[in-house]
């Protein structure tokens, strides 16, 4: 999620990752790669039927009362850089009434 | 002791499964290309799929690569390499088991070290690639092979046989001498067909365990626990044109497909709210709030394989 001022500044940025994490269980490392892992050791995948909330609070810099917000949700594969789109939504957030 | 003997005997020279040594060998037992003559428009679709390409990954990245440089079952050389070597073949090559020599490992090593090696030339690069590429779990896989899972009741696929959705006195052209019969499989439209491979949890038969797809156990454990009915042939080969789909989507080499079918199944709900906050008289904070709801209506946990 990025939240950007008016004139395209950069305010925040944050992410959540949701995915099964694995470890070989030798050592405390996560790997990746099925060759690697012996077992999960946690999950923050997307479970069917469920839904995962989330909550960013955002404080605005002095004298900016308007931001645009940019929540985007991607499936990763293998690396960050390769990703494919699911959703995309931009608000604009204003203070003023 | 002459009681004894006798069945001994016939055991020893009992013949086992023709084995395949080289990839080519493999390749041509299991070669489903005559199945396009009937069935082109599914043959064109499984031609798109991952099935057709198990051994190559996602965008062709030859996932076996770090399997037999870099792991606990790498080797040294490619001549060390055996079917053990690849204990992914219990589902990326499943024919390979019980229909390919040590030799087909020696081989695929030695392909998978030319494809990843910078110093060789493009062209070896190249045919080694194809080489791998050879090794697809093929219309034969899926529709004999890997059809029969209750064997002590139903027995083992029979040769002659293409398991499908009905019993059928005859199939094929008349001209080919193979799969000349049709039965009906008991499971090849249930969940648990999949599930033989889309698996369930690490895989404890091997010297070190694996831990690859888990799909079967989040859809058992995860979906049918909170009402889900639907089985993967339902969402996965939803029919075009009356016949199942056989490209069984997603198809990972193709974004904008599996970006549809993803945000079809995970839903994105975002409210905001800007105000000022009060977290003490006179020291009020302007802030922006943002509540996001993924919702996942898949029948499985996302992601998984």
Not at chain 2, 141 to 161: F, Q, W, Y
């Amino acid at each position: 999620m990025t939240t950007k001022s008016v004139d395209g500044k950069e305010i925040s940025k944050d992410e959540r990752n949701y995915n099964p994490q694995a470890t070989s269980c030798l050592n405390e490392k996560m790997v990746y790669g099925a060759q690697n892992k012996a077992s999960y050791v946690r999950d923050t995948s997307l479970q069917p039927y469920e839904s995962k909330n989330e909550t960013f609070e955002i404080k605005l810099p002095e004298g900016v009362r308007t931001a645009d917000v940019t929540v985007e949700l991607n499936y990763e594969i293998h690396v960050p850089e390769n990703k494919v789109p699911i959703h995309k939504v931009t608000r604009r957030v204003t203070l003023d009434r | 002791m002459f009681l004894v003997a006798v069945p001994l005997t016939v055991l020893a020279q009992a013949p086992g499964p023709k084995k395949a040594k080289t990839i080519d060998e493999l390749a041509a037992m299991f070669d489903s290309a005559r199945c396009k003559q009937c069935h082109a428009e599914i043959y064109g679709q499984w031609e798109k799929s991952h099935h057709a390409r198990p051994l190559m990954g996602v965008a062709d990245g030859l996932m076996l690569t770090p399997l037999v440089k870099s792991s606990a079952f790498q080797v040294k050389s490619p001549k060390d390499a055996t079917l053990r070597t690849f204990p992914c073949f219990k589902c990326h090559l499943p024919q390979a088991a019980a229909y390919a020599e040590d030799s087909l490992a020696v081989e695929l090593t030695q392909a998978l070290f030319t494809a990843s090696d910078k110093d060789a030339p493009d062209k070896d690069k190249a045919a080694a690639r194809a080489k791998v590429a050879k090794l697809q779990i093929t219309c034969i896989v899926c529709h004999n092979e890997m059809a029969i899972t209750h064997k002590l009741v139903l027995g083992s696929p029979e040769k002659d046989v293409i398991y499908g959705s009905k019993d059928m006195a005859t199939h094929g052209a008349p001209s080919e001498k193979v799969f000349t019969k049709g039965k009906k499989s008991a499971i090849l439209n249930q969940a648990v067909f999949c599930g033989q491979c889309h698996g369930t949890g690490p895989n404890f038969e091997f010297d070190y365990p694996v831990q690859c797809a888990t799909l079967y156990g989040s859809y058992q454990h995860n979906y049918l626990s909170k009402g889900g009915f639907q089985t993967c042939q339902e969402c996965h080969m939803k029919k075009v044109g009356g016949i199942a789909d056989h490209l069984f989507p997603p198809n990972w080499n193709d974004k904008a497909s599996t970006s549809k079918m993803l945000s079809e199944s995970i839903s994105l709900d975002v409210q905001t709210l800007g105000y000022q906050s009060l977290r003490k008289a006179g020291a009020l904070t302007p802030m922006i709030v943002v509540n996001t709801k993924i919702l996942n209506t898949a029948g499985h946990r996302i992601p998984d394989g």
